[in-house]
């Protein structure tokens, strides 16, 4: 029975990736990717040569039934994304999906945990986290409103990730949505950037100050949000 492992990859930091997601990559037929580019920089980075394919989210039903027949042949594959845990927000989740729609137990799934952003991001938000709801990226047009609603609605820490384009706009939004059910003021807002990176920043405190001090910042980067309404 062939196998496809689902293996968790680092989130900015080379370093951060198990000894057993290098083993197994080192051992696969072959490995899937979102941008063989900086999959690729991280292999280097540990002496892998192995063959990649890209899968994304713009990848055609052919690539995958490509993908599933190579799993019918016996080859052991691996599952990478661009960062982080595959199918947290990228289009791992639809492969995956797929496959067990096609076969089943005739697969064996296997993950290899390591760093994702929204995990990282939440045990450093000192908020309570037993309970908290993630809500992946915000919608750009059609249900915005909705995740909003959503957002302000929850009795828990909410979390989202951002790209750094639509922080500020996303931000001041979330501002307004606040405002109309909470004291911004007690609102605790924590905003993580460019985790386990050279340019790593939190943005802690009311979302006005979070906003300003975002403002103030050039650098660009990759966001995760965190909300406690307290
Ligand atoms: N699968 C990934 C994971 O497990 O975290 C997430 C993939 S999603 C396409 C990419 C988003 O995750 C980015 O736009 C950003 O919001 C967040 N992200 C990824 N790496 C990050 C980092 N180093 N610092 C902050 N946010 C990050």
Redesign the pocket.
């Known amino acids: 029975m062939s196998t496809l492992y689902i293996i ?1 990859t680092p ?3 080379l370093k951060d990736i198990s000894f057993r997601a290098i083993q197994t990559l080192k051992e696969v037929d072959l490995i899937l990717c ?1 941008d063989t580019r900086v999959t690729r920089k991280l292999l280097n980075h540990y002496q892998i040569k192995k063959q990649l394919i890209s899968y994304h989210q713009y990848s055609k039903l052919r690539k995958t039934n490509y993908i599933i027949e190579l799993l019918k042949q016996g080859k052991d594959l691996a599952l990478v ?10 289009p ?1 989740n639809k492969l995956v999906r797929d496959i067990i729609v096609s076969l089943g137990n005739e697969v064996k799934i296997i993950p290899i945990p390591g ?7 939440l045990s450093i938000s000192g908020f309570g986290t037993d309970r908290f709801l993630f809500l ?2 915000p919608p750009k047009k059609k249900k915005r409103k909705k995740f909003f609603e959503e957002l302000i609605n929850s009795k828990y820490p909410v979390t ?5 384009y639509r922080i500020i706009k996303t931000l001041e939004e979330l501002r307004n949505s606040l405002n109309t059910k909470y004291n911004i003021q007690n609102t605790k807002v924590v905003v ?6 050279k340019f ?1 920043t939190v943005y802690r405190g009311n979302i006005d100050k979070v906003i300003e001090n975002i403002k103030k910042d050039k650098i660009k ?4 949000v965190i909300i406690n309404k307290g």
């Open positions: 968790s989130i900015g930091n979102e994304s661009d960062a982080g845990t595959p199918g947290i927000s990228d791992g760093p994702s952003a929204v995990t990282t991001a992946g990226f989202f990730y951002e790209s750094p993580c950037r460019e985790l386990t990176k790593e980067g990759e966001f995760v």
